[in-house]
């Protein structure tokens, strides 16, 4: 066990010389939300009828995977209004139009928040609306015969929220199409059964921890991304510089032996520099610190963590 250790760690150790991580920077906008963030879930310690931690902390989530109640629910209410069908290929995500729905975007340049709102208040019924955040508003571009480009439409999408933290995985979604003038074209959404454990991780950790955590990510995963050119094809490009916007609370998914869970983490709204002044947004996942999802594991196998940075 010993020498096989070794062995991984040298072959680290050469990766790093071979490969130069992104140099980070956090702007001040994000620097001052880790330095004030306390996120404290003591509303769900009630429920559970714990006594909540002295210190910031967050309950656990579970993801039941055999139960599809709330996909049901979703179903039903939006039946009332809409055709359902479920996709194809994805069984937890349902396709829904409805041809007379159309939404005032004349505010979207200047407030992009108001006019995601006003997508959710129109397209989803109110009990499920307040449970997404807009994460981004994709234009949609059409080249017509004489080659030229213009707007077609916006793709406006959207991540569950749960315990006020967004849910980082490709399994609680809602992606709204509508065309240049508002009209809402289909839509696609997924919500998996969820519920609040009784286990405990403590969200507490200072801003610098904070950064120095994103930093080890870096090193781990940033040194080249994975991109799509003009044609489709993947390619992978250095990542020379990550330049962090903003914070979210949010949970991260992890694989606890054969279950898996949410785990409080954080997720940073960044823009990586890929050389020639040309910068791909990403969303990147990381723990509050190096240690808090193993810090009160006593003794348990640790959990692995399910990168959804996108």
Known sequence: ?????????????????????????????????????????????????????????????????????????????????????????????????????TVD???????????????????????????????????????????????????????????GRVVRNDKNFLTVLTDKYGHVQNANIAMQDLKTTSEILTTNDDAAENQATLDSVLVADYDRIEVFNEDGEQKQLKAEKVEVGSVAEAYCEVEDGSAKKLYPCLSYVSKVSVGDGKFISRIIDAPHSRHSWNRNRQGKKPVKFRRYNR
């Open 1 to 101: 066990m010993k020498k096989a250790f070794i062995t991984i760690l040298t072959m680290a150790m050469l990766t790093s010389v071979g490969f130069a991580k992104p140099s980070l920077v956090v702007n001040s906008k994000a620097k001052k939300f880790l330095t004030e963030r306390n996120h404290f879930d003591a509303k769900n310690f009630n429920k559970k009828g714990m006594k909540a931690p002295a210190r910031a902390s967050s309950l656990v989530v579970a993801i039941d995977e055999s139960s599809d109640k709330t996909q049901k629910n979703l179903k039903n209410r939006l039946s009332e209004n809409y055709r359902v069908r479920v996709s194809a290929h994805e069984k937890n995500v349902l396709w829904f139009n409805e041809g007379n729905v």
């Open 105 to 163: 975007l004349s505010d979207l340049e200047s407030d992009r928040n108001l006019s995601a709102n006003k997508i959710l208040s129109a397209v989803l019924p109110s009990e499920y609306a307040d449970q997404f955040k807009l994460v981004t508003i994709d234009k949609r571009y059409l080249a017509s015969m004489d080659k030229k480009v213009e707007i077609d439409g916006y793709a406006f999408k959207f991540k569950r929220v749960f315990n």
